[in-house]
């Protein structure tokens, strides 16, 4: 089982998660994104949902938006 993964949105990297002890942690990899850096998700589909829903605007008050 692999450590690390690529977040892809709209065609467009927007990090890696890499496993760790707490879960998965989340590395930027566009300024669009950075709301998510350090976060820890229990799972690589709850980043990558996290970053959907940023993209889309969805996410919580106070957050990047998507650009």
Known sequence: MSNAYIIEV???AAGIVTRDGRGFSF???ERAFDSLEGRT???VRDA????QALAKGDAPRGRARFR
Not at 48 to 51: I, K, L, M, S, V
């Open 10 to 12: 709209q065609d467009r």
């Open 27 to 29: 590395f930027s990899s």
């Open 41 to 43: 998700f229990s799972s």
């Open 48 to 51: 990558e949902r996290a970053a």
